[in-house]
Each structure stands twice: as C-alpha cells, then as structure tokens.
C-alpha cells in the first residue's frame, strides 16, 4: 500500500488535465491508490477544460455535492475533525469558483494544483474518511 507522502511525491508530478488528473479527481486517485474501486468514474473524462469543470460544479451546487457523489460509492463516512490521508472540501461556503478539493497531511490541507500539491489555508466545508 502507498503512503500519503509517496502518493502526494507521485501524483503531483504527473501533468495536470481537466477531467484527468485536477483538483477533484486526485482524491480519488487517492482512495484508488489505498485500494477503493474508482469512485469518480461517473466524472471522469466528462469535461476536459475548466469550463466544463465549472460548469459541473455549478450544476451540483458546489464542490461539496461533487466530492459527495464519489464519497458514498465507497462507502466514506463524515468526519468531524481530519485525519491524516481524510479527504475534505475547503474554501469558501458562498463562493463555488473558491472551493477545492483536499487532502489532509495530518496537520494541513493540501490542494493540487497545475505545479503539484500544495497546502491551503481556507474554511473546511467538509471531511471524510475514507
């Protein structure tokens, strides 16, 4: 089994693309790397721009929702405080252009980003084990 730091050193050095490999679809990557059937196949290859990103997140009302949708394919349960390898929302709870996916290092939130992971300090919206 992979470790969150070889999974993080891995996956932030692989070249970003919409609908591949962002900022949503690492958390599943991640749940995958730790053994979970693919819990975003219903995401994957659906958009292939930011645009076509937005415009999901839009529709679901959020980051939020989004993240959700994969979360109860694995059966991941709500979490009150994170954990390390918890994945999570954060951002802003009224703006969805300012909410990102994360993933929790055991004492930040990181985000991936086009370079690779990086931490975020922002509201947490949401945590889940997984």
């Not at 252009?97 to 509201?123: H, K």
Request: a negative charge; proline letters at 8%.
């Amino acid at each position: 089994m992979i470790s969150l730091s070889e999974f993080i050193d891995w996956h932030g050095s692989q070249p970003w693309q919409p609908g591949t490999l962002d900022c949503c679809l690492c958390l599943a990557d991640w749940a995958v790397a730790i053994g979970h059937p693919d819990p975003a196949t219903h995401l994957r290859g659906r958009y292939d721009d930011e645009a076509g990103f937005r415009a999901i997140i839009a529709e679901a009302g959020g980051v939020v929702p989004v993240v959700a949708s994969c979360i109860v394919k694995i059966a991941g349960k709500p979490l009150q405080q994170p954990y390390l390898g918890s994945i999570g929302v954060i951002g802003s709870p009224s703006n969805i252009e300012r909410q990102w996916g994360a993933v929790f290092d055991g004492s930040r939130w990181l985000i991936r980003a086009q370079a690779g992971f990086m931490p975020l300090v922002a509201p947490t919206l949401a945590i889940w084990s997984i």
